[in-house]
């Protein structure tokens, strides 16, 4: 026995100036945040890189522009595949309503960065602002690590409470209220079974 982390994931993040950062949720009376969620899944998360601060865009970014903003930002090696990610910290995309996207797939070293807009999510009502940025957050780092959305045909798992599915779409629709009831903060064990041991190639950054 070495650790209870299976894999190590290095991050780092990059923070648009005047977005506040995530802060930890209480979960019954417990704090989470979206390492402590990655760490439930065997991922040991440490920084990767330097932190970066990016000037404000007050009209949004658009989704194109995002892998040239983590080139410019990026203090960890993007060269090459490895164990690290880069979070783009933003206020909001010039698209109406996303709340976060994995925006490198086209890429020669694909999914290597997510951003997650941050002030948009806390522009909605009615939510538990900092829960959700926490969920989305996780859920586009999932996605970088090649975990699919729950709700996918092939997936087939519209009743998921993972990370990886949308609140809006659980049970088919209409059931957000249900969701958020019931959510642990954790993915389902087929994706904890990917993330801790699956093929290297498949799961890693770049690969």
Known sequence: WASERLRTLGLETEREARVDP??????????????????DAGLDVIEAGRASEIPAMDRGWGTAELHTLMQDFAQASLAVSAWELHLLLLSK?????????MFDTTAVLPRQGAAVFA???????????????IQT??????????LAHRFERVVGRADSLSHMNYDWRYRGGNARDEFWANYRFQFDDDEKSLL???PRSVVIPGG
């Open 93 to 101: 995309s010039t698209r109406e309503g996303l709340l976060g996207v």
């Open 137 to 146: 957050i996780v859920h586009e780092l999932g996605h970088a690590l090649n």
């Open 196 to 198: 801790r041991s699956g």
């Open 119 to 133: 002030e948009e999510i806390r522009s909605i009502q009615g939510i538990l602002h900092d829960r959700k940025l």
């Open 22 to 39: 995530p802060v930890a949720f209480d979960f019954h009376g417990q704090p989470v945040t979206f390492a402590s969620c990655l760490q």
